[in-house]
């Protein structure tokens, strides 16, 4: 009787099915290791500095670094920044005599701003009682411009001014004196003697040689005399000012 052949085995899918088992595993094993561990997300939510995560960033780290970037930012604002001119370019790179006349001719004219609109009765009023009136006040600074014309001259050969070291008592007696031969001038005539004598004293200034620095320090009597000049008007022009505004709110 004939042998019949064995029909082959049927190959079984284990061997494929072991080796996708295998990658797997290698898969979640290098997932494991690239995986940060539980220290390490402890530390990074710590903020401490680790491999695989970042430093937590406090409010006072956050405030330094809004405050450095403005300081940048400024600077380089301030780089790109037109240079701010001065104030007053005029006096850029001149010499003491001439902002000597450039401080004059600012404070005469802040004198002459107090005192503009006014007329002959008000500028007659008294600023307070006892006190001197706009228009004395005027006949006031007329007197001082020109005790220095008269004695602008000692002055360069270093003779000291003749109210030197004047008490407020003499003060009383020297105004009375240089205004009395003024003081009757109506309103008008006041401002123009106020301009004119400012006028003369000006180009008595201007003749005065620039070459001779001495006489420009305030230890010399010229010096001594007109540095601070102008300050006077000033002063005075302050004080109308005020009793105008004084007279405006009441």
């Known amino acids: ?6 029909a082959p085995k049927k190959r079984t899918a284990k061997p494929a099915r072991r080796a996708a088992q295998a990658a797997a ?9 690239s995986a940060p561990t539980a ?3 402890k ?17 006072a780290s956050h405030s330094r670094r809004s405050r450095a ?3 940048a930012d400024a600077r380089r604002r301030a780089a790109r920044r037109p240079p701010v001119a001065q104030a007053f370019e005029q006096t850029a790179g001149a010499s003491p005599k001439q902002r000597l006349l450039f401080d004059l001719l600012r404070a005469r004219t802040a004198v ?12 007659d009023q008294p600023i307070a009682p006892g006190k001197w009136s706009a228009r004395e006040t005027l006949l006031h600074l007329v007197t001082r411009d020109h005790a220095r014309l008269t004695e602008m001259e000692a002055a360069l050969r270093g003779t000291p001014a003749s109210w030197e070291g004047a008490k407020p008592a003499d003060w009383a007696r020297i105004n009375a004196e240089t205004m009395a ?6 309103w008008e005539d006041t401002l123009r003697l106020l301009d004119r004598t ?24 010229f010096g001594k005399m007109f540095l601070d000049f102008h300050e006077h008007d000033r002063h005075h022009a302050e004080i109308l000012k005020r009793w105008r505004t004084r007279g405006r709110r009441g």
């Open 43 to 59: 530390n990074a939510r710590a903020g401490k500095r680790t491999g695989t995560g970042k430093p937590k960033r406090t409010r």
């Open 39 to 41: 220290k390490a997300r």
């Open 1 to 6: 009787m004939a042998r019949t052949r064995a």
């Open 25 to 33: 595993k290698r898969t979640r094993k290098v997932a494991r290791r």
């Open 112 to 123: 002459r701003a107090a005192v503009a609109g006014l007329g002959g009765g008000s500028g």
């Open 69 to 71: 970037i403005r300081r």
């Open 198 to 221: 400012r006028e003369r004293l000006i180009e008595a200034l201007e003749s005065v040689p620039d070459d001779r620095p001495e006489i420009w320090a305030e230890s010399h009597a």
């Open 181 to 186: 031969p003024i003081r009757p001038l109506s």
